[in-house]
Every structure is written in structure tokens, then in C-alpha cells.
């Protein structure tokens, strides 16, 4: 057998498994400067491609390892490949003893022996182990004989709905009914249907618990026990929690306090510690994660079940909030050194977004080719997007579906609700034919994070204070310098009032105009002159009803903007208080919009709005009366037109002029 490193080579990992998890784990590993080489046992069509991970490949070793008849050849390869660590991703080989094997051989494995994994591959037997060590749990008994099993479930004063293969069916062993009949037919399947097999020839009924359920998976050497921030899994395949079981299609990091208190998370924490110590006792050393899956219930947490490995997916979402170096916490958990190195994880959010084929979790779609963003290298889009194949094969030069669960995308930001953004954002990227995924992945946390949190509308960056202020120091003063005849309700009400009668016409029209002031907003803004863009825009406004020939009588204003500053806002009202006054007509009302978001710090919009009054016998332009040699008088301005600012603007870049710089023609002002 050719070994994949020579015999010289350090830091050679050897990792056992092919899913997102262990692509999760391989990137982790490979950031290790003390690790040369990741091997992966057998990988995935992903971690085969030499171009897309660098220290990651395929170990040529292709036995299976659920089968202990391999286990002296594996020893073999290791010793030949010089093997630093083996690290096992999935329960299976653990169940049959690859680390006891390993061990004897003297071959570092990160993963707990047969006889203390069988705290996952044997539900009855860890039942029994949490009602010895008093940590809670829900009521249960364990049958071999379907038609005890029956009965009990019929006669039970709790509701027994939760029908588990004791051994390991990958995931899949676990009926939650929705009656007591379903539950029976569950029995049935197991013991009498065989449909797990020998995982089901022993069963646990237990009682439905009710809450949210969470994950903690902890780190331990055996006596030090280092736990990682709680994470919560989406089990069922549909939207909102809906449909069959899964092996699970995302989680996230971290869960909100509101789900899980922190006494709740200590005490979930203290239960793995007691564990750890109850097998000392026994002389059956831990090593590896010991993983405690926890339903919240009204009364408090309950145990549900342990795990003896690193979860999926909850691992590929925790790995990328790890600051420190896997390979280092890995080999103290091997060599009983855990005490002394450093677990940190980042204070950060992470959403893992599960990729499955058309048909899962019944069946699978294999064979359907896969595209990949172009800038997908070591397992990243970018410094903050990760992708960790799963069921994927390679064929040729192209990847293609292999098996149920295709891929996890994982998106880490300071929130929540941003990284599941992130995550989404990327799994659409990815395409292939019959994709399923779940858009909701962390909306428990999310949701509460807005409902639970006090939110307000400051902490959504709108300040109602700011405009308060803009109200009462600006817009009302303002706005009472002008008033006219005929107003009867202003700035205040709900919409403004104007009496035409005080005016005597006859035959009243009205006539309006609405405008903004172009692009000279900009220029405002950059040299932070605000106190006469408002003149304009009554202007702007005001000179299209006069070409009818009408008064103006009411002006209304909307300003608009991503962060109010009352002041900047204050200045461009005086300004349009001050054209209302020239003009002759009374600012009735307004709005002014906060809107996060929507435009970039110190920006702002404006638009107007105008009402004049005009005789019907006297209104312009009478365009049927207009004759050859009418004479046409024109009408100097006092400045360019908002609409040529744009031109004004290109002008200036290209003379590489600043609006700071003096005027060309008059030094004694700027540009601007």
C-alpha cells in the first residue's frame, strides 16, 4: 500500500469521514502551521480536486472503517504515512472500536472508545447512565418485544410518542409521533420490520418533551472538560420546522439568551462535567467531543441524548467562530494536556445554510452536476462565506451530487440576521438541479432578537428624538413667518386648510407644480451649504405655476434622508421658509423621512410641492392665440438652473477645480 507522506513528514492528520463536517474540519486543520498534510478517509469529490485546497486531499486508503477487519491494515497505512493524528468524524467506526484499536497500536485518535461511545451508540444503556448520575431526563423503557412495547405505549399516564432505534441508524432512528397509534406503528417497524436493522432491535419509548431543542458540544481529554458556544439545529426538512426528520439542514451560533439562559447553558455544561467523571470512575477515560443534545422544557433543560462526535451541521458552524488552533486542542485532548491551551471563539454570529439533492431525506438525486462560484478556493467564497462539501463526487474535470446532503454554506458576521443574509446569499450561488434548502435557518433567535430585545425605533437607527427637535426649533417657527390670508390649518394637522374665499375670485383654478433642485443637492452638501438649497427648491416649484398665470398660495416640502441631523435639516427648512416668504406663499406642511439604508451618511433629497390660484378668464399660456411676429421677452436669472448642475458638476471634475477653490471670476467666494 503507497502511503500518501513519507515517513519523515510531521503533522500528518489522518481524518476519517467525507461530509461537511469533516471538509469543516479539514479547513480548520489546515490553518495549523504544525499540520503538513490533511488526509482525508475516503473525502469527497471536492477534497480530491488538488487545485481547490491547499494541505487537503484524499488518503489513497479506501477500506471501510465501520468494519474492524480493516482496522490493522488502517494501523498500517498510518504507521507508513507517519500519521501524527487521527481524528474520527462519524459515529460508526467509534461504535466498533477504531480507537481502541488505534490506542493499543499507539496511534493518537481523537475519539472516545467503544465503551465510552457507547454512551451514543447505545440509547437504552445512556438512558440508564442519566438516571444513575441524576441528570434529568425524560420518563422511558427500553423493549425488544413489539407487543410489550404496544401496551406500555397504550396504558402510559405521559404521552409516549418517541419511538428510538437504541443503536446508531445515522440519525434517522428517531420517530417523534403524533399520536399513540403512529407511535405503535413505529414500534412495529423497528422490531418486527426490521427497518433499521440490528440499531433497531432494541428500542426506547419515551416520553414527547416539549421546547426548543439545543446543542452543546464540548471538548475533553478525559478529566478537563472545555465547552463551545450553544448551537441549534433545524432538523425537519421544510420551512417553519415542517416535515420528515433530516440529518439535520442548517444551524446557527450563537442562540439567544431568551432560548437558552446562561444557567440553563451551565447546567447543560455541568452534566457533561459529571459524566466525564462518572466514566473515570468506571476507568473508561473520555476523549474526544462529548456532544449533549438538550430539549428547554417548561420545567427546565432535559436530556435528550449524548453524541460521541463532532455534529452535523452544527460543526460547520462553529469551527469558523474558533480563534485558536484546532490541531493544538485536538492532540492536549489526546495527550491530557486540555488544561493548558487556549479555547476562544469569537464573539460572532454563524448560520450554516444545508444544500440538499432533489428528494432528500427519502431519497437522493446522484449524479447531477454541481457549479461553484469561480472564487470558491479552500473552502471559501470569501474571508467571511465558507463552503464545505458533502455528498459530492467528482467526475472528470466537474463535480457532481453524490448522496443526500450536497453541501453547507456558512455565513459569519456580528449578527444574525446579517450572517444568515451572508449564508443565503451564497447558497444561491450554487447551483444544481433539484436543490432543496431552508431560508428560515436561525429565525428562533433572529425573531427574538427584534420581538425580545426592547427593540426601538433608535435601535433601527431611527431617532424620533432628532425629529422632535427639527419640529418644534425649526419647521413650526418656520413655518408661522409665513402664513398668509386664507390659511386655516397648517404644520400640526393632519393636512393643511386653505379658504379660498377671503381671495374673491370668481372663477378659481387651481394650478400646482411639484420639482426637486437636481443634482446641486450634491454640491450643498459637499461644501455643507444647506441654508439656500431650500430657496431653490421653493423656486423650482413656485415659477411653474406662475407660467399659468396663478398666485401661489401653499407650499409643502419632503426631505429625505438615512440619518436626521436636525441641524443640517433645520438650516434647508429657514431656506425654504424664506423662498415661501418671496414668493408669497405659506408653508402649510411637510414630511421629512428617516430612512436607514437608504442613502450614504450626510446625503439627503428634497422635493417640493405648490398650489396657486388663478382666474379661469386669465389663465397662460393661451398657445391658440400666439401668432407670427409676437414678440418674445426674456427674463434674465439670477443663476443656472438646477436641471444643468449635473453639466456644472462634470465641469468642475474635469477642470480639476474644487467648490473650495476661489471663483475664476470673483476671488472673493468660492466655487461652490
Same mark, same amino acid.
Given at each position: 500500500?503507497?502511503?500518501?507522506?513519507?515517513s519523515?513528514?510531521?503533522g500528518?492528520?489522518?481524518l476519517?469521514? !467525507?461530509?461537511g463536517?469533516?471538509?469543516a474540519?479539514?479547513w480548520?486543520?489546515?490553518?495549523?502551521?504544525?499540520?503538513?498534510?490533511?488526509?482525508?478517509?475516503?473525502?469527497?469529490?471536492?477534497?480530491?480536486?488538488?487545485?481547490?485546497v491547499?494541505?487537503v486531499?484524499?488518503?489513497?486508503?479506501?477500506?471501510?472503517l465501520?468494519d474492524?477487519?480493516?482496522?490493522?491494515?488502517?494501523?498500517?497505512?498510518?504507521?507508513?504515512a507517519?500519521?501524527s493524528?487521527?481524528v474520527v468524524?462519524?459515529?460508526?467506526?467509534?461504535a466498533?472500536?477504531? *480507537?481502541?484499536f488505534l490506542?493499543?497500536?499507539?496511534?493518537?485518535c481523537?475519539?472516545?472508545?467503544?465503551?465510552?461511545?457507547?454512551?451514543?451508540?447505545d440509547?437504552a444503556y445512556a438512558?440508564?447512565?442519566f438516571?444513575?448520575?441524576?441528570i434529568?431526563t425524560?420518563q422511558?423503557?427500553a423493549?425488544?418485544?413489539?407487543?410489550d412495547?404496544?401496551a406500555f405505549i397504550?396504558?402510559a399516564?405521559?404521552e409516549?410518542l418517541?419511538v428510538?432505534?437504541?443503536?446508531?441508524?445515522a440519525?434517522?432512528g428517531?420517530?417523534?409521533?403524533?399520536?399513540?397509534?403512529?407511535?405503535?406503528e413505529?414500534?412495529?417497524?423497528?422490531?418486527?420490520?426490521?427497518?433499521?436493522?440490528?440499531?433497531?432491535?432494541?428500542?426506547?419509548?419515551?416520553?414527547?418533551?416539549v421546547g426548543p431543542?439545543?446543542?452543546v458540544?464540548?471538548?475533553?481529554d478525559?478529566?478537563? $472538560?472545555?465547552?463551545?458556544?450553544?448551537?441549534q439545529?433545524?432538523?425537519?426538512i421544510?420551512?417553519?420546522?415542517?416535515?420528515?426528520?433530516?440529518? !439535520?439542514m442548517?444551524?446557527?451560533?450563537?442562540v439567544?439568551?431568551?432560548?437558552?439562559?446562561?444557567?440553563?447553558?451551565?447546567?447543560?455544561v455541568?452534566w457533561?462535567?459529571?459524566?466525564?467523571?462518572?466514566?473515570?470512575r468506571?476507568?473508561?477515560?473520555y476523549?474526544?467531543?462529548?456532544y449533549?443534545?438538550?430539549?428547554l422544557?417548561?420545567?427546565?433543560?432535559?436530556?435528550?441524548?449524548?453524541n460521541?462526535?463532532?455534529?452535523?451541521?452544527?460543526?460547520e458552524?462553529?469551527?469558523?467562530?474558533?480563534e485558536?488552533?484546532?490541531y493544538?486542542i485536538?492532540?492536549?485532548?489526546?495527550? +491530557?494536556?486540555l488544561d493548558?491551551v487556549p479555547?476562544?471563539?469569537?464573539?460572532?454570529?454563524s448560520?450554516? $445554510?444545508?444544500?440538499?439533492?432533489?428528494?432528500?431525506p427519502?431519497?437522493s438525486?446522484?449524479?447531477r452536476?454541481?457549479?461553484?462560484?469561480?472564487?470558491? +478556493?479552500?473552502?471559501?467564497?470569501?474571508?467571511?462565506?465558507?463552503?464545505?462539501?458533502?455528498?459530492?463526487?467528482?467526475?472528470?474535470?466537474?463535480l457532481?451530487?453524490?448522496?443526500?446532503?450536497?453541501?453547507?454554506v456558512? !455565513?459569519v458576521?456580528?449578527g444574525l440576521?446579517?450572517a444568515?443574509l451572508m449564508?443565503?446569499r451564497?447558497a444561491?450561488r450554487?447551483?444544481?438541479?433539484?436543490?432543496q434548502?431552508?431560508s428560515?435557518i436561525?429565525?428562533?433567535?433572529?425573531l427574538?432578537?427584534?420581538?425580545?430585545?426592547g427593540l426601538t425605533?433608535?435601535?433601527?437607527d431611527?431617532?424620533?428624538d432628532e425629529?422632535?427637535?427639527?419640529?418644534s426649533?425649526?419647521?413650526v417657527?418656520?413655518a408661522?413667518?409665513?402664513?398668509r390670508?386664507?390659511?386655516?390649518e397648517?404644520?400640526?394637522?393632519?393636512?393643511?386648510?386653505?379658504?379660498?374665499?377671503?381671495l374673491?375670485y370668481?372663477? *378659481?383654478?387651481?394650478v400646482?407644480?411639484?420639482?426637486?433642485? !437636481?443634482?446641486?443637492?450634491?454640491?450643498?452638501?459637499?461644501?455643507?451649504k444647506?441654508?439656500?438649497?431650500?430657496i431653490?427648491?421653493? *423656486?423650482?416649484?413656485?415659477?411653474?405655476?406662475?407660467?399659468?398665470?396663478?398666485?401661489p398660495?401653499?407650499?409643502?416640502?419632503?426631505?429625505?434622508t438615512?440619518?436626521?441631523?436636525?441641524?443640517?435639516?433645520?438650516?434647508?427648512?429657514?431656506?425654504?421658509?424664506?423662498g415661501c416668504?418671496?414668493?408669497?406663499?405659506?408653508?402649510?406642511?411637510g414630511?421629512?423621512a428617516e430612512?436607514?439604508g437608504?442613502?450614504?451618511?450626510?446625503?439627503?433629497?428634497?422635493?417640493?410641492?405648490?398650489?396657486?390660484v388663478?382666474?379661469?378668464?386669465?389663465?397662460?399660456?393661451?398657445?391658440?392665440?400666439i *401668432?407670427v411676429?409676437d414678440?418674445?421677452?426674456?427674463?434674465?436669472?439670477?443663476?443656472?438652473?438646477?436641471?444643468?448642475?449635473?453639466?456644472?458638476?462634470?465641469?468642475?471634475?474635469l477642470?480639476?477645480?474644487?467648490?473650495?477653490a476661489?471663483?475664476?471670476?470673483?476671488?472673493?467666494?468660492?466655487?461652490?
Amino acid at each position: 500500500m503507497t502511503p500518501d507522506i513519507g515517513s519523515s513528514s510531521a503533522g500528518i492528520v489522518a481524518l476519517i469521514g !467525507g461530509g461537511g463536517r469533516e471538509s469543516a474540519l479539514a479547513w480548520k486543520l489546515a490553518q495549523s502551521p504544525a499540520v503538513q498534510r490533511v488526509l482525508l478517509v475516503p473525502g469527497n469529490g471536492y477534497t480530491a480536486t488538488a487545485n481547490q485546497v491547499d494541505k487537503v486531499s484524499n488518503a489513497t486508503f479506501s477500506l471501510s472503517l465501520e468494519d474492524p477487519v480493516n482496522f490493522a491494515a488502517f494501523a498500517e497505512w498510518c504507521e507508513i504515512a507517519a500519521v501524527s493524528l487521527v481524528v474520527v468524524g462519524p459515529e460508526a467506526p467509534l461504535a466498533v472500536g477504531l *480507537a481502541d484499536f488505534l490506542n493499543a497500536r499507539g496511534i493518537g485518535c481523537f475519539g472516545p472508545t467503544r465503551d465510552a461511545a457507547r454512551l451514543e451508540w447505545d440509547k437504552a444503556y445512556a438512558k440508564k447512565f442519566f438516571d444513575a448520575e441524576g441528570i434529568p431526563t425524560a420518563q422511558w423503557r427500553a423493549f425488544t418485544d413489539a407487543t410489550d412495547a404496544e401496551a406500555f405505549i397504550k396504558s402510559a399516564s405521559f404521552e409516549p410518542l418517541v419511538v428510538k432505534a437504541t443503536g446508531l441508524a445515522a440519525g434517522k432512528g428517531v420517530v417523534v409521533a403524533k399520536d399513540r397509534e403512529e407511535a405503535c406503528e413505529a414500534v412495529r417497524n423497528s422490531l418486527n420490520h426490521k427497518k433499521f436493522g440490528d440499531a433497531g432491535s432494541v428500542i426506547v419509548v419515551e416520553e414527547k418533551l416539549v421546547g426548543p431543542e439545543v446543542s452543546v458540544l464540548c471538548f475533553t481529554d478525559g478529566f478537563t $472538560v472545555v465547552a463551545m458556544p450553544a448551537a441549534q439545529d433545524a432538523k425537519r426538512i421544510g420551512e417553519g420546522d415542517t416535515g420528515p426528520n433530516t440529518g !439535520g439542514m442548517g444551524a446557527y451560533v450563537p442562540v439567544h439568551s431568551s432560548i437558552l439562559s446562561e444557567e440553563d447553558y451551565r447546567t447543560v455544561v455541568g452534566w457533561v462535567e459529571k459524566t466525564v467523571k462518572a466514566l473515570q470512575r468506571e476507568e473508561c477515560r473520555y476523549v474526544g467531543i462529548l456532544y449533549a443534545g438538550v430539549m428547554l422544557t417548561k420545567d427546565g433543560p432535559r436530556m435528550l441524548e449524548y453524541n460521541c462526535r463532532f455534529g452535523d451541521p452544527e460543526t460547520e458552524a462553529l469551527l469558523p467562530l474558533l480563534e485558536g488552533d484546532l490541531y493544538e486542542i485536538l492532540q492536549s485532548c489526546v495527550h +491530557k494536556t486540555l488544561d493548558k491551551v487556549p479555547v476562544k471563539f469569537a464573539k460572532k454570529a454563524s448560520v450554516c $445554510v444545508v444544500l440538499a439533492s432533489e428528494g432528500y431525506p427519502i431519497s437522493s438525486a446522484p449524479n447531477r452536476p454541481i457549479q461553484l462560484p469561480k472564487e470558491v +478556493k479552500n473552502f471559501q467564497l470569501n474571508e467571511s462565506t465558507f463552503l464545505f462539501p458533502a455528498a459530492v463526487a467528482k467526475s472528470g474535470d466537474s463535480l457532481t451530487t453524490s448522496g443526500g446532503r450536497v453541501a453547507m454554506v456558512v !455565513g459569519v458576521a456580528d449578527g444574525l440576521l446579517q450572517a444568515s443574509l451572508m449564508a443565503q446569499r451564497a447558497a444561491e450561488r450554487i447551483q444544481f438541479v433539484g436543490k432543496q434548502k431552508r431560508s428560515d435557518i436561525g429565525y428562533q433567535s433572529i425573531l427574538r432578537t427584534v420581538t425580545q430585545a426592547g427593540l426601538t425605533y433608535k435601535a433601527c437607527d431611527v431617532d424620533i428624538d432628532e425629529g422632535d427637535r427639527l419640529v418644534s426649533e425649526f419647521i413650526v417657527p418656520e413655518a408661522k413667518q409665513t402664513g398668509r390670508v386664507g390659511l386655516l390649518e397648517g404644520v400640526g394637522g393632519f393636512g393643511g386648510l386653505f379658504d379660498l374665499t377671503p381671495l374673491n375670485y370668481k372663477e *378659481a383654478v387651481l394650478v400646482s407644480g411639484t420639482d426637486g433642485v !437636481g443634482t446641486k443637492l450634491l454640491i450643498a452638501e459637499e461644501i455643507g451649504k444647506h441654508e439656500t438649497i431650500g430657496i431653490d427648491l421653493v *423656486a423650482m416649484s413656485v415659477n411653474d405655476i406662475l407660467t399659468h398665470n396663478a398666485e401661489p398660495l401653499v407650499f409643502l416640502d419632503y426631505f429625505a434622508t438615512g440619518k436626521l441631523e436636525a441641524d443640517v435639516a433645520g438650516l434647508v427648512l429657514k431656506g425654504i421658509a424664506a423662498g415661501c416668504v418671496s414668493s408669497n406663499c405659506t408653508l402649510i406642511g411637510g414630511e421629512t423621512a428617516e430612512m436607514p439604508g437608504m442613502y450614504p451618511p450626510g446625503r439627503y433629497d428634497l422635493a417640493g410641492f405648490a398650489v396657486g390660484v388663478a382666474e379661469k378668464s386669465q389663465l397662460l399660456p393661451r398657445v391658440d392665440t400666439i *401668432a407670427v411676429g409676437d414678440v418674445v421677452l426674456g427674463i434674465s436669472s439670477s443663476g443656472i438652473h438646477s436641471n444643468g448642475y449635473s453639466l456644472v458638476r462634470k465641469v468642475v471634475e474635469l477642470s480639476g477645480q474644487s467648490y473650495d477653490a476661489p471663483a475664476p471670476f470673483n476671488i472673493a467666494n468660492s466655487l461652490g
